[in-house]
């Protein structure tokens, strides 16, 4: 099968670039697919010469680089839809490019046949509204003015996209399912989990690279290390994190957060909760469990998460684990067994006495993150990628059918 994959980068440092990386590896080497691959930017990826001759079994992975336009958040989006639509139309027509479908994680065109669906822009605009209502004197007037019509432009295309039935859609968690059955009436979505390498994340891997990790980042051995990886900490739960900390000060809490984030405001929060020398924020890394060897416990008490993919590997690698109903995660996560799940994501006070809690008993600690090691194993990325080809073949025999 010829599948067009619409993504604006793919690499292994943010949860759903990687889950994409491990998703396309397996359908070109365990089914056979020709995948093209439109992105501006692809890491950590092997990919074929677009020139070369292949015979009709081997799988492939080709990647056709899309010119990036430079500007903010909504010029660009605005500019990765055109250039990757026209693209895709050149090689149609100069090279004869047809393919059997067109695959995109999110909405990145607009003549997708299959989405897997994570963000659900609707849903983030509502926490943006409301975080605006609690705090209307926000500074940056600007940026809050070019987020509200960034939001607006997504959800806009989200109604036109999701609501065709014609597209076939899959979603990461059964939160988002539920998600696009309320706003979209969508019932149709199947759930199809993100996986996790064992093999990559373990816990004796981890013990093997905690004594460096920590040691690189000044941590002692007697601090209680906080681990949240993500991209919008405040969604995250980076806010409350801090709160909590504030609220126990004898305790060694300190928090490592990794992400694409801005830290300047999170940074004002610490200070004036007099904990910033706790704090320390990192840009996102492809070796990522070099992050997870260097915590104790990670905890994303989330706003919002389609899935939550760091959750998951921190599990494999037997950390316990703290997140909230709100994450597509939580659902296969047994409370108290093999994580904890905050009904709240906001009460500070309730996750600064699960984290006393944690401090102090290090059986519970290990107890737990050796039940979610072991939960974990069967979340594959083969049971993955089987469910996504499944998925891509019902869609293209539908197709057929249409034409």
């Not at 677009?50 to 990036?68: D, L, Q």
């Not at 109604?159 to 039935?165: E, G, N, S, T």
């Not at 696009?180 to 993100?194: G, K, T």
Request: proline share 4%; glycine share 6%.
């Amino acid at each position: 099968m010829r599948i067009a994959v619409v993504s604006p980068f793919v690499d292994r440092r943010h949860g759903t670039e990687r889950a994409l990386a491990e998703l396309l590896e397996r359908l070109a080497r365990n089914f056979g697919c020709e995948v093209h691959l439109y992105a501006e930017r692809v890491e950590d990826l092997v990919f074929d010469d677009p020139y070369t001759s292949r015979s009709g079994e081997a799988g492939a992975i080709v990647w056709h680089k899309v010119p990036s336009v430079g500007g903010p958040h909504l010029v660009k989006f605005f500019g990765w839809m055109v250039t990757n639509s026209l693209l895709r139309w050149r090689d149609n027509v100069s090279r004869g490019s047809s393919f059997d479908l067109v695959l995109s994680p999110g909405i990145n065109c607009l003549n997708a046949d299959v989405i897997i669906v994570h963000a659900l822009f609707h849903r983030i605009r509502e926490l943006a509204r409301a975080e605006n209502a609690e705090e209307p004197r926000q500074p940056g007037f600007f940026r809050r003015l070019h987020r509200r019509f960034y939001y607006g432009l997504l959800t806009a295309l989200e109604r036109r996209v999701y609501c065709d039935r014609k597209i076939s859609l899959a979603a990461v968690s059964q939160r988002t399912a539920d998600l696009l059955a309320q706003f979209f009436e969508r019932r149709d979505a199947r759930v199809i989990s993100n996986g996790v390498d064992a093999r990559q994340f373990s816990i004796s891997e981890r013990l093997a690279r905690r004594r460096d990790a920590r040691r690189r980042r000044n941590f002692n051995e007697a601090d209680f290390v906080l681990l949240l990886i993500g991209n919008d900490w405040r969604v995250k739960g980076v806010p409350p994190i801090l709160a909590a900390m504030a609220a126990a000060p004898t305790l060694p809490l300190h928090l490592l957060a990794a992400g694409d984030d801005d830290a300047d405001s999170f940074r004002e929060m610490a200070e004036r909760l007099s904990i910033l020398d706790r704090c320390r924020w990192e840009t996102p890394r492809a070796d990522v469990i070099d992050l997870y060897a260097a915590a104790d416990v990670y905890v994303s008490p989330s706003s919002e998460d389609s899935f939550g993919l760091p959750v998951a590997e921190a599990m494999a690698c037997g950390l316990p684990v703290v997140t909230s109903v709100f994450a597509g995660v939580s659902s296969s996560i047994r409370n108290g067994i093999e994580g904890f799940i905050l009904d709240d994501p906001r009460d500070s006070g309730a996750l600064s006495a699960l984290l006393v809690k944690l401090h102090g008993d290090e059986t519970l600690r290990r107890r737990v993150g050796e039940a979610a090691a072991r939960a974990v194993q069967k979340w594959t990325w083969e049971r993955n990628a089987e469910a996504v080809w499944q998925l891509l073949k019902d869609a293209a025999a539908r197709k057929r059918e249409a034409h």
